[in-house]
C-alpha cells in the first residue's frame, strides 16, 4: 500500500514475515497491523521486519513476539 505523508511516499506491507507468525495477531475486520501487544497499531519498525520484537518494545504491554506452534501430526501407520 502506498500513502503519501507530506510529499514524502512511505510504503506500508500488507504482509508482515514477523507478525504473521506471532501468536497474538489479530485478524478483526475492517483493522490491519494489531495484536494484543499493539492494539492500537503494530509499529512499523516490527511490521516491516526490522525488529523482531522479542525485546522489550514501548507501549508492547509486557507482550512480545511468541511463535504460532504447527500441531505434529502423527504418521499414518
Known sequence: M???LD???TTIPLYSD??????HKRN???KRRIC???PNGIP???WKGEN???EPYPG???IRFEEVRQPILAEAS
Open 7 to 9: 510529499g514524502i511516499e
Open 44 to 46: 512499523l519498525e516490527i
Open 18 to 23: 514477523v507478525c504473521s507468525r506471532c501468536v
Open 60 to 62: 508492547d504491554n509486557g
Open 28 to 30: 478483526e475486520p475492517g
Open 2 to 4: 502506498n500513502n503519501r
Open 36 to 38: 494484543a501487544a499493539f
Open 52 to 54: 523482531p520484537h522479542t
